[in-house]
Nanobody, 119 residues
Framework: QVQLVESGGGLVQAGGSLRLSCAAS????????MGWYRQAPGKQRELVAA???????NYADSVKGRFTISRDDAKNTVYLQLNSLKPEDTAIYYC?????????????WGQGTQVTVSS
């Protein structure tokens, strides 16, 4: 079983920054796409950013130029740097990892970390 542990959320003022981390552990052969999603109260979960094993990235239009996703394959960890935060970025942020383990493909979710941006 693959487990994801997130960290780095918190309360920050508008214009501030946070860095989220998500570490994957367990029996993992390889990791393909790693991503971050978020869900605000009363809204659907949405993709924030994703990064492939080749380093290609994809961002939601609302965060382009402010958020940066990166990964450290040696640590099976994905990061999300959040800059110039806005109150509308307030949400629970979830990491998502897709890859291959001994019994086949997997897709796992983190437990979520709260990001709150005050105005």
């Amino acid at each position: 079983q693959v487990q994801l542990v997130e960290s780095g959320g918190g309360l920050v003022q508008a214009g501030g920054s946070l860095r989220l981390s998500c570490a994957a552990s367990g029996s993992i052969f390889s990791i393909n796409t790693m991503g971050w999603y978020r869900q605000a109260p009363g809204k659907q979960r949405e993709l924030v950013a994703a990064i492939t094993s080749g380093g290609s990235t994809n961002y939601a239009d609302s965060v382009k130029g402010r958020f940066t996703i990166s990964r450290d394959d040696a640590k099976n960890t994905v990061y999300l740097q959040l800059n110039s935060l806005k109150p509308e970025d307030t949400a629970i942020y979830y990491c998502n990892v897709e890859g291959v383990r001994p019994i086949g493909k997997f897709r796992s979710w983190g437990q979520g970390t709260q990001v709150t941006v005050s105005s």
